[in-house]
């Protein structure tokens, strides 16, 4: 039982390790989004270099590449709150670290939806709600990341899912660290407000969006 967990652990951070990011915006649109706009293979940098729709499309991949190896884990035992946590911390770390792209990747917060939709999903509403009030009141998507990996473990508290409250704390402290160079420029007023006079990247050109 022990092996069989490690193994679905280890599957976990391969499956989160997937770029989807990169495969969608080099395929669709000859752009690598690795060296162009916020150099970030995440949905809202496929959007701004791509298009909405491809940007969406990178969303639903990625909360998918959450999503589902939780629910596998949940089906394997549900109640083993440390390996469904651990499972779920891998899809994190495979995000972030991946494999395939020499242990670099995306900020986290599309694949911290995926894995939470199985676990709280009541909870992951109310701090996703949260999240899209500060982006429509401040255009800033970095902003409402951070507020989404703020509130998710007091949301999990006041929900009473006291066991995934210590994956969620994990979780807000990578997404923080992924986005200190967003609070850089936050703080010095240039960050990039979402969509803001985007242009189409013909392609070929890997520029950033203006």
């Not at 989160?16 to 752009?31: D, E, N, Q, Y």
């Not at 999240?131 to 990996?149: E, P």
């Not at 994990?170 to 240039?190: Q, S, Y």
Request: charged share 15%; hydrophobic share 50%; glycine share 10%.
């Amino acid at each position: 039982m022990i092996l069989g967990q490690f193994l679905w652990v280890l599957g976990c951070y391969f499956v989160g390790s997937i770029p989807f990011g990169l495969v969608i915006a080099k395929t669709c649109c000859h752009v690598d989004p690795r060296t162009a706009g916020s150099k970030s293979i995440g949905a809202t940098n496929v959007s701004r270099l791509c298009g909405f729709p491809y940007g969406l499309l990178t969303l639903a991949c990625d909360v998918a590449k959450g999503a589902l190896p939780v629910w596998g884990a949940l089906w394997l035992d549900g109640q083993d709150y440390p390996f469904v946590s651990l499972a779920a911390f891998a899809c994190v770390l495979g995000h972030v670290f991946s494999c395939f792209l020499g242990f670099r990747g995306g900020k986290a917060v599309a694949v911290t939806i995926g894995v939470f939709i199985p676990l709280a999903f009541e909870a992951l509403l109310g701090a996703c709600a949260l999240c899209m009030l500060v982006i429509w009141r401040t255009r800033f998507v970095s902003l409402g990341s951070m507020t989404f990996a703020a509130s998710l473990p007091l949301i999990l508290i006041f929900v009473d899912k006291w066991q995934w409250v210590p994956l969620a704390v994990c979780v807000a402290v990578i997404i923080f660290w992924r986005h200190l160079d967003n609070l850089k420029r936050l703080r010095a007023g240039e960050e990039k407000p979402w969509l803001k006079s985007r242009r189409t990247v013909e392609p070929g050109q890997g520029g950033e969006a203006k």
